[in-house]
């Protein structure tokens, strides 16, 4: 079954016209389909509380993100597709994002990623469309599904993205493959072959991809400033084994440094009671 992820709450929208599409494509293939719109779910902000990464412990949020992360792991394939909001995903899409640490007793597994996952970042501009496709995929790889295909259509008006004949074929193809579960063309030009990402950092005479870490040379060729990236790094970390290794050997180890300190964190804001009530509460509460 291939399940389609909107992160619009427009209906018939672009985002929601290019998951369509992508599923025709796999049900011309054979495949089972389903959607799932995410801002009719009903998702609480992360609070911080690192139960279910410390102490493996149920999230106490009683919301739909354990139902959500059941279905999502029941499907064999997935697409995933959100408008871009200045710069950046629908606030959903990182709300999500930000609760993937209930995935932990599936991290301790440490399994690779063998699902295929696929996304198409939606922005009515090209120039404002920020971090929206990295942002997505660190979802759908975050989820526990292997990047085949990531893809941009940028039309302004609902539905629009339809007067694109070129773009809709080509998310016809992704919904094939990920039917058939093969990969499409790796992205080329000074785009991470990891994780499409299209941002970068410069350290020590080096292109760093900040979402996988993916280094390239930089080089000047005619003129135009190049990218030579090093394929033979173990591309996209973002794998249950590479979530299990930040988990064990970074998160958990953050615990007995905070207790070994907490006595004197305490004596070090004594000094903030002294400010008076500064708190702005908003109406109603």
């Known amino acids: 079954m291939v399940l389609g992820l909107v992160g619009s709450a427009r209906l018939w929208g672009n985002s929601e016209v290019v998951v369509r599409e992508a599923l025709f494509g796999a049900q011309e293939e054979g495949a089972k389909v389903e959607m799932l719109r995410l801002t009719d779910l009903s998702i609480e902000p992360c609070n911080g509380c690192l139960r279910c990464a410390i102490k493996e412990e149920p999230c106490p949020l009683e919301d739909d993100m354990e139902w959500f992360l059941a279905k999502v792991r029941e499907s064999d394939a997935l697409v995933l597709s959100a408008p871009t909001y200045i710069f950046g995903p629908a606030a959903i899409v990182k709300l999500i994002l930000d609760r993937l640490l209930m995935l ?12 295929p996952g696929a996304t198409i970042a939606v922005s009515g501009r090209r120039d404002w469309r920020g971090v929206t496709r990295p942002f997505l995929n660190a979802l759908v790889a975050g989820l526990g599904f292997r990047l085949v295909d990531s893809l941009y259509a940028h039309r302004p008006g609902p539905g629009e993205v339809l007067l694109d004949d070129e773009v809709m074929a080509q998310i016809n193809g992704l919904g094939r493959w990920l039917a058939e579960g093969e990969r499409g063309k790796r992205p080329q030009g000074n785009i991470c072959p990891s994780c499409y990402g299209d941002f970068f950092t410069l350290r020590g ?10 280094e390239a040379d930089i080089e000047l060729v005619d003129g135009q400033v190049r990218l030579s990236f090093d394929l033979g790094v173990e591309p996209w970390p973002w794998s249950y084994a590479w979530q299990k290794e930040h988990l064990v050997e970074w998160i958990r180890p953050t615990l007995p440094r905070y207790l070994a300190h907490r006595e004197e964190i305490r004596a070090r804001r004594e000094r903030y009671r002294g400010m008076g009530e500064v ?7």
């Open 104 to 115: 932990t007793p599936y991290f301790m597994e440490g399994a690779p990623s063998t699902k």
């Open 279 to 285: 708190w702005v509460r908003p109406p109603g509460e």
């Open 205 to 214: 005479g080096k292109a760093i991809c900040p979402l996988c870490g993916i």
